[in-house]
């Protein structure tokens, strides 16, 4: 029987591991010399044994001395009798000089004894890898003959029985101790001695995700912005299947999707990321299914409700069983990976999870760095390979238009209010205006029960003092002809009733609200009878800045750009004028150059 094999061996972690190629089949199998532990893994099974049972044999009795395994001859019951030195003289293996030790093994278990002989290169040899050898460190030959056997009728070696193992290439270094885990997409448990708990997302960030389908050859962009708190999360893709993980594969599209959950109402808004070339095509809005990768349904007496996944959650991290695998290389950088398998009926998965290391991070923030997902059918072939690059992952707070749906909601009707608050710190405020707007957005959503995507159009007024500020917004009608299941979506109130809601909570006496903004909770003081509502209320066109001065207010939505220049018209009026004035200048040059001339042009010479 022959067979090619790659073996690796580690002496400071006492760790091994074997690849063999026989017949067209890799079969990797993997050591733990402290534990005992053994894996037997073909393709993507991964199959527990026992080191100190299956594994013990002459070879790898030899093997573990090499690698200064010292405890692998006590554990499997091997007895080591003393070594002699056969001399160098005419020995060669392979054309390579070689010197020669034989010793005999006795092994407790079978009571077979095995005579093993050494070959290893003489010094000055080169080995393959270009370097010198030494003597006594590079093994070119090791030979395992049985001096006696088993009875007949028993499986094992009989009188006489040789193997031989030939060396090709040896190395005293490990270039990538990731030889040492299991491959990519193979799922063994309790491999790793070390028990590292994963990291968790945080309740608000954003990352972006390259979405490779190998087999199917598909690629998706998905631009992820979550938000637990504000219970909003918004993605951008370029397919509309972008909410899905793995996305669905699909041809790609040369137009970017935005698309808004809303989980304060249960609504999902979805519309090409330009909004203001749309043309005929309107805003899809919908109720939220739980087939997209944020949301997770329950079931609340016989109705399906479907919520907002904490973060913890997202891409299976929820899920019981999820082991740490060790390090390996993502895009070329180090990460932590921990895996999870589910089984299905036809086929299984293994995911595995990148977590860059930390002394690659320049804050305390875990940063996730890639996913994998392997999909096998039941018969070990492969289904599909999901690869998924994350980038730019940060948790800084949102810039509301993040979650701007105006597009979609300002084709109804539109009320605007105004109100003067009590802040403790104007020229803050005016410093860290966008941040104050979207808390004053969060807070008075929250105070009136509605989805902060109705509060739009916010704008900060001087008020009577620098404490003072004039609050102006516009507070959107809500949609009520949605498509999908209307279960999933909460009823909202009409926009009436909100402002009712909020003007009679502080029309009489002063409501204290806190409101977060610049990285704080602070209390902000609703000054009573400075509601106002109603069609004579007229926007004011001169905000604060945070320089302190006012410009003129913003329009609501952007108009197009208009490029001023030329027309074809002037073009060709100008065009006659140049050459008019072209050929009246070259002719008065031509009458100055000749009225400086007043010699003869010409002589004639006899």
Request: hydrophobic share 35%; glycine share 8%; aromatic share 10%.
């Amino acid at each position: 029987m022959l067979f090619d094999s790659e073996g690796f061996y580690e002496e400071d972690g006492q760790r091994g591991a074997t690849i063999v190629h026989q017949h067209g089949v890799k079969s990797i199998f993997l050591y733990d010399f402290i534990s005992g532990r053994a894996y037997d893994i073909e393709g993507h099974k991964c199959q527990k044994e026992e080191l100190y049972e299956k594994g013990c044999n002459a070879y790898a009795v030899f093997i573990a001395e090499l690698a200064g395994h010292s405890n692998v001859t006590s554990r499997c019951n091997y007895t080591l009798g003393p070594v002699a030195y056969l001399g160098d003289t005419n020995f060669t293996v392979r054309n390579i000089p070689v010197r020669k030790w034989q010793q005999c093994v006795f092994d407790g278990r079978t009571n077979i004894t095995f005579l093993s002989t050494y070959y290893y290169a003489k010094s000055g040899i080169q080995a393959p890898g270009g370097t010198e050898v030494k003597d006594g460190e590079n093994p070119i030959r090791f030979e395992s003959r049985a001096l006696n056997g088993v009875p007949q009728g028993q499986s094992g070696p009989r009188v006489g029985s040789m193997n031989t193992y030939d060396f090709t290439y040896y190395q005293p270094s490990i270039d990538d101790e990731s030889v040492f885990l299991p491959p990519e997409g193979t799922f063994c448990p309790d491999w790793m001695r070390e028990n590292k708990t994963m990291p968790q997302m945080p309740d608000q960030f954003t990352l972006s995700m390259l979405n490779i389908a190998q087999n199917a050859k598909s690629v998706n962009n998905i631009r992820l912005n979550f938000d637990y708190r504000n219970q909003l999360v918004s993605f951008i893709a370029d397919t509309v299947n972008g909410t899905h993980f793995p996305p669905v594969a699909t041809r790609q599209n040369r137009t970017l999707y935005r698309t808004v959950h809303d989980y304060n109402s249960g609504l999902a808004f979805t519309m090409p990321v330009d909004v203001w070339l749309m043309g005929g095509r309107k805003c899809a809005i919908s109720a939220i299914t739980n087939s997209s990768l944020d949301a997770a349904g329950t079931t609340e007496g016989n109705n399906s409700v479907v919520h907002l996944r904490h973060a913890a959650s997202l891409f299976g991290l929820n899920r019981t069983g999820w082991v740490y695998v060790g390090m390996k290389n993502f895009t070329n950088m180090p990460c932590y990976v921990w895996a999870n398998q589910r089984n299905g009926t036809t086929q299984q998965t293994v995911t595995e999870m990148y977590w860059l290391h930390e002394d690659w991070t320049t804050n305390v923030t875990s940063v996730l760095m890639g996913i994998m997902q392997y999909v096998t059918r039941t018969d070990g072939t492969t289904k599909e390979v999901y690869q998924t690059i994350v980038s730019d992952y940060n948790t800084f707070p949102f810039q509301w238009r993040t979650f701007d749906v105006d597009a979609c909601l300002k084709n109804g009707t539109s009320t605007l209010i105004t109100f003067n608050v009590k802040v403790d710190n104007g020229t803050e405020v005016i410093q860290r205006m966008s941040s104050f707007e979207t808390g004053m957005r969060n807070a008075i959503s929250t105070l009136i029960d509605t989805t902060p995507l109705r509060l739009t159009d916010i704008l900060i007024a001087k008020g009577d003092s620098n404490n003072s500020k004039q609050i102006w917004m516009t507070v959107l009608e809500w949609p009520q002809n949605i498509t999908g299941s209307v279960a999933n979506a909460t009823i909202q109130r009409t926009g009436a009733q909100l402002i009712q809601d909020l003007q009679s909570r502080f029309v009489n006496q002063d409501l204290k609200l806190n409101v977060s903004y610049a990285g704080k909770t602070k209390v902000v003081t609703l000054n009573h009878g400075s509601f106002q509502t109603g069609p004579d209320l007229v926007r004011p066109t001169t905000p604060v800045t945070p320089t302190g001065s006012t410009t003129p207010a913003p329009p609501g939505p952007p108009q197009p750009q208009i490029e001023e220049g030329y027309s074809g018209g002037s073009m060709a009026g100008l065009a006659i004028a140049m050459i008019i004035i072209g050929g009246v200048a070259g002719l008065v040059a031509g009458f100055l150059l000749w009225k400086r001339n007043t010699g003869i042009a010409y002589q004639i010479y006899d």
